[in-house]
């Protein structure tokens, strides 16, 4: 989906009066999409770091429906919060 958003979707969202694309974080997530939505809160994060934060999305995905930004900001560990800096841009 973050590679060619066409391939998944049969129309722009723009066609049908939607700004922007959401991508949905679940227990179905990969760790690009993970990775692409810590860093427009503004988090960079190394592999190994991703590594260990996945394993605790898909715990926490397997037992939530929805996952908020809050939801991942409380899986990163403390020194990779304290690393914050100014989000890219405003997601749910």
């Known amino acids: 989906m973050l590679a060619n958003p066409l391939c998944y979707e049969i129309m ?4 049908v009066g939607v700004g922007k694309t959401s991508l949905v974080l ?3 997530s990969g760790r690009a999409a993970l990775r692409h939505r810590l860093e427009m809160l503004g988090f960079t994060i190394s592999r190994e770091e991703l590594q260990h934060v996945y394993y605790r999305f898909v715990a926490l ?3 939530k429906k929805h996952i ?3 939801d991942l900001i409380g899986l990163l560990p403390e020194q990779i919060r304290e690393r914050r800096r100014e989000p890219v841009a405003e997601v749910n």
Request: proline content about 8%; aromatic content about 8%.
């Open 12 to 15: 722009t969202p723009q066609l």
């Open 68 to 70: 908020y930004d809050q």
């Open 26 to 28: 679940g227990k179905h």
């Open 61 to 63: 995905a397997d037992r």
